[in-house]
């Protein structure tokens, strides 16, 4: 995926994102204090010092947006805890997500979970995406819109 690469710096924090055209990845911080797997999805936010990290998704009134964990380009199925990785920003992404998503479904963000929850057939506030198969596995394939969303 690295076409087209943007590299700068913010303090001693790499930002960096990836993209093809129509996806788009961001180099993450993984300040959790605990690995993430690839196709859990978080909420993205900035930091002086670590520049792009992820947190769990919560409930705020404030716009956030959505990024899924594909650290897929340096080869791994996670980010280390205190590590740096990528995450899906807008774009085609495989989805941890509950397990009554059909094709066609929006996937929406949910309180404290990483997992994408079903959010029907019509986009609401908190949709970040669409899924593009069903629910199989624990997953699903998707693309995400790249919007804020409101959880």
Known sequence: MAV???SGY???ASIDFLENGF???IKVY???GAAVNNGKVYILSFDATYGATISTPATSSV???VVVIDNSELGQSSIAAGAY???VYRGYATVACANTIAAGDFLGAA???TTAADAGTSRTANSFGIALTAYSGGSCTAILFGDTVTI
């Open 4 to 6: 087209g690469q943007v």
């Open 10 to 12: 913010q303090g001693n």
């Open 23 to 25: 996806d788009q990845k």
């Open 30 to 32: 993984n300040g959790t």
């Open 63 to 65: 716009p956030q947006h």
């Open 85 to 87: 990785g990528y995450a």
């Open 111 to 113: 309180n404290a979970s």
